[in-house]
């Protein structure tokens, strides 16, 4: 980023100054994000500058001072790439891609063999470059230099054997943390299952519990309706209709496979009016229609008494001209169920719609996108429920 001002002033005389300013702005985005990576990349790779950099800087001093003498830095420079090329090319490439496919070791002795060649031609082309040499260069002469030749082969196989150390380290390293991962999943997977296992536990321990509690409730109403049957039938009669109620409700399954017949549960609506109507001790008008064939079919227990609890609790059905309305009906592999009732406005409507919510869930998890259902208020005096299941 930079600017560049230009300022020009007008001659005297003409009575006023004249500043024409012309602003450069310049953001180098291409230097700024090359900058940008090559930083990050030496953080990433630091370990392999510093090691690279002491082992550079020992060598040349070790064999500068055994040997008296130092060699240029541009000879320095341009062989220790070429080392470097050598050693990552045999770790990634010739190690690396080889062991992955099928022949491996003939694959790795062939690409050893050519890799020294190529490594000994291009050191040797190094060599004739930086010597100044006037004779002419060919491959005949690196063979007849044969100590230039063998200096080239040690480099050579020097540089490859670290580069073998070095893959080896890195394929420790990988199964290494392959091994460490295996063993936190399995460890994590023990976890889970003790955890799985000690909700087992838990639940067959309350599924017992519950078993013991609906059958002293069962043996308690049964003593109930004895005892009161001899005094008021109606009573009896009340007490007999809740413990098959309540028993039908605990014994049903939400399982596809052991979804309870129609059937049970319309019997069961007939014991809920039955119910309504000794509570409240009035008239409760219902008209009640479905065809034989709803009979038979499976499907998901109590959203039926449920509707009609719904009807009984917050609708008015003691007008016999306004009677509440379920219809049952199957076509055309549909199951439709439609409710209608006059809305009781002298009762509080709290929790009504947490029903409605309840029976949607559940219909939701039986039937997943197969089922529609619709409820909400007509002309503000009628409530209307509308399911419809695509059988």
């Known amino acids: 980023m930079f600017h560049v001002f230009y300022f020009e002033t007008s001659p005297i005389g003409y009575g006023k100054k004249s500043y024409y300013t012309v602003i450069i702005w310049s953001y180098t985005n291409t230097v700024y994000s090359m900058t940008k990576k090559i930083f990050e990349w030496s953080k990433t790779q630091r370990i392999h500058l510093i090691g690279w950099a002491l082992f550079i800087f020992f060598e040349i001093t070790l064999i500068g001072l055994a040997a008296g003498a130092f060699g240029k830095p541009l000879n320095y420079l341009l062989h220790y790439v070429l080392n470097i090329i050598l050693f990552y090319t045999n770790a990634h490439l010739v190690l690396g891609k080889s062991f992955k496919m099928r ?44 100590r230039s030749f063998f200096q080239s082969l040690w480099r050579g196989l020097f540089f490859i054997g670290l580069s073998c150390f070095y893959f080896l380290f ?23 299952t003790k955890e799985i296992q000690n909700e087992l536990n838990v639940a067959q321990y309350e599924y017992l519990r519950a078993q013991i509690n609906p059958h002293l409730l069962f043996n308690t109403l049964s003593f109930l309706y004895d005892s009161v049957r001899k ?35 319309l019997n069961q609506i007939y014991n809920l009016i039955s119910l309504n109507k000794i509570r409240k001790d009035k008239e409760q008008y ?26 009984l609790k ?11 309305i379920l219809t049952i009906n199957l076509s055309k592999g549909k199951l439709l169920i439609e409710t209608s009732n006059l809305i009781n406005t002298k009762i509080h409507q709290s929790g009504f719609n947490k029903g409605m919510e309840n029976i949607e869930k559940r219909l939701s998890l039986a039937y997943g996108d197969k089922f529609s259902f619709m409820f909400g208020k007509r002309d503000k005096n009628y409530f209307d429920v509308k399911l419809m299941l695509n059988l």
């Open 314 to 324: 917050h609708g008015n059905l003691q007008k016999p001209s306004n009677p509440g």
């Open 103 to 146: 022949n491996s070791w003939t694959r790795v002795c062939f690409l050893m063999v050519v890799q020294i060649g190529l490594y000994i031609f291009l050191r040797s082309i190094l060599n004739y470059i930086l010597s100044d040499s006037s004779k002419e260069f060919n491959v005949v002469t690196i063979v007849e230099n044969y």
């Open 170 to 192: 890195i394929e420790y390293k990988e199964e290494r943390n392959k091994r460490e991962q295996a063993e936190k999943q399995e460890y994590l997977n023990n976890i889970r």
């Open 231 to 265: 005094f008021n039938e109606d009573a009896g009669e009340a007490v007999l209709n809740l413990a098959e109620l309540m028993r039908f409700s605990l014994d049903t399954r939400e399982s596809n496979d052991n979804f309870p017949k129609l059937e049970e549960e």
């Open 286 to 311: 219902i008209d009640f229609s479905f065809p034989e064939e709803v009979k038979n079919l499976r499907f998901i227990p109590l959203v039926i008494i449920t509707l009609v609890e719904n009807m």
